[in-house]
């Protein structure tokens, strides 16, 4: 991945973001969106209150009507339960999905008939998958750890305006469709086959 800084090399094919299996298809929902949460790592840090009043103001302020929202391995235990308790508190509408009840074919799914997602900072991987099924792409904030290579490529898609700060979204801009095609798995398999040539 670019992020990793590869050196050059001739045996060296450098993607945007990690390969995934999802494909661009037209949206099929306009009022289905779904955010997808991780959790604390060595690049990031993780803040409860704050990525839940953030999950609490896109719901409550964006024209999609039916949310869904999917954790991941390294959510914080507890963290979901807050947030069901949260939005109960406040009337909203969201419908909360563990990830271990999430994997494909589940998020294939849900990406394709979503028409945007949000996506926790520290996701990167989950922010490619959301960018390669061509939606818009919010980014939750959560506290970078230090200025790193993962840090950095986040802050690249958002200022090549491939995806969106929540910062910036709540100023009242909205989600812009990603400004490039991500489609990264295809485009290595293809490199492949004209390097090795494929039947």
């Known amino acids: 991945p670019e992020h990793d800084r590869p050196a050059p090399g001739n045996n060296i094919l450098v993607t945007r973001g990690s390969l995934n299996r999802m494909q661009a298809l037209p949206v099929q929902a ?3 969106g779904l955010m997808m949460v991780g959790g604390p790592s060595r690049h990031y840090g993780w803040d409860h209150n704050s990525v ?3 999950i609490v ?3 409550r302020f964006s024209p999609v009507r039916h949310w869904v929202l999917t954790t991941s391995r390294r959510t914080p235990p507890g963290f979901a339960e807050r947030v069901r308790q949260t939005v ?3 009337n909203l509408k969201l ?3 563990s990830w271990r009840d999430a994997a494909d074919p589940w998020l ?3 990406l ?3 028409c945007c997602a949000w996506v926790t900072e520290d996701s990167v991987s989950m922010i490619y998958e959301a960018l390669t099924a061509g939606l818009p792409v919010g980014v939750l904030a959560v506290p970078a750890q230090r200025c790193d290579r993962v840090v950095s490529g986040v802050r690249k898609l958002a200022a090549s305006r491939n995806v969106m700060m929540f910062r910036d979204w709540s100023k009242g801009h909205p989600l812009p469709r990603p400004q ?3 489609d990264e798995a295809n485009r290595v398999a293809e490199r492949i086959c004209r390097q090795w040539g494929c039947e």
């Open 57 to 59: 103001r896109v719901i």
């Open 108 to 110: 294939t799914g849900q």
């Open 112 to 114: 394709r008939r979503s």
């Open 30 to 32: 306009k009022d289905r």
């Open 180 to 182: 490039q095609v991500f």
């Open 52 to 54: 839940i009043e953030q």
């Open 88 to 90: 109960f508190n406040r």
């Open 95 to 97: 419908t909360i999905v």
